[in-house]
């Protein structure tokens, strides 16, 4: 079946302008996570949902990121007033979460987000 | 909180050579998931090898395969016969095993660009 799916794949806009970025996961996946990569660095975790259960939001940076999703599918991660220091890619991974186990993300294309 | 370490910015081999990429991490947990993931140009992150922490046999896929010391939190990469498509940004990742709100989620090292010459 089809792999996660993020849009837009790039996008450039102004500094404090607001930018929503998507995410499709796999059919039937439950969990959903975003990242953040700086340029040249490692992933940072932003935001987790699974299921129905209240997100864990301990990864994100500022009250300018939120994100939703809605139920088990589309995901959106919202930054308001972007800063230069916002630009990066941004990664979205699901993965099937039942009983404990190493479930493997899969990981998305990601959005390089620009902020000029 | 858990931290993942890679100390090699960058690391280079000859092609059908054989390349180690090293990884250290900390955790007070003992059991956990260890994970690489290999990171082209195209930036899809893709899962190379798993190694679960109550396993003492370490993981092997194919051409690739891990040194797990779980007493001095090491997690090294071994690519044997390495190719040119094995050129990319190498990350170390852990996991916990423990439920609880942030399950699953991944805490990642900040990679090593490997760079394999013909």
């Known amino acids: 079946g089809a792999g996660v799916s993020q849009s837009p794949s790039n996008k450039v806009t102004e500094k404090g302008k607001d930018v929503e970025l998507r995410c499709d996961p796999i059919s039937g996946h439950t969990a959903l996570y975003w990242y953040r990569q700086r340029l040249g660095q490692g992933l940072e975790f932003l935001i987790y949902?699974?299921?129905?259960?209240?997100?864990?939001k301990s990864g994100l940076p500022s009250d300018r990121f939120s994100a939703e999703r809605t139920g088990e599918s589309v995901s959106t991660l919202t930054i308001q007033r972007t800063q230069q220091e916002d630009s990066a890619v941004y990664l979205c991974?699901?993965?099937?979460?039942?009983?404990?186990?190493?479930?493997?993300?899969?990981f998305g294309p990601g959005t390089r987000l620009t902020v000029t | 909180a858990q931290t993942v370490t890679q100390s090699q910015p960058e690391m280079s081999v000859q092609e059908a050579e054989t390349v180690t990429l090293s990884c250290t991490y900390d955790t007070s947990e003992s059991d956990y998931y260890l994970f690489w993931y290999k990171q082209p140009p195209s930036r899809q992150m893709i899962l190379v090898i798993r190694?679960?922490?109550?396993?003492?046999q370490n993981a092997t896929e194919n051409r690739f395969s891990v040194n797990f010391q779980k007493a001095a939190k090491s997690f090294s990469l071994k690519i044997s016969d390495s190719q040119l498509g094995d050129a990319a940004m190498y990350f170390c990742a852990y996991r916990s095993a423990k439920g609880g709100t942030s399950y699953g989620k991944l805490t990642f090292g900040q990679g090593t660009i490997l760079t394999v010459h013909p």
């Open positions: 991974a699901s993965s099937s979460l039942g009983t404990i186990g190493s479930y493997e993300q899969y």
């Open positions: 949902f699974q299921g129905n259960s209240a997100p864990d």
């Open positions: 190694q679960e922490a109550y396993k003492q």
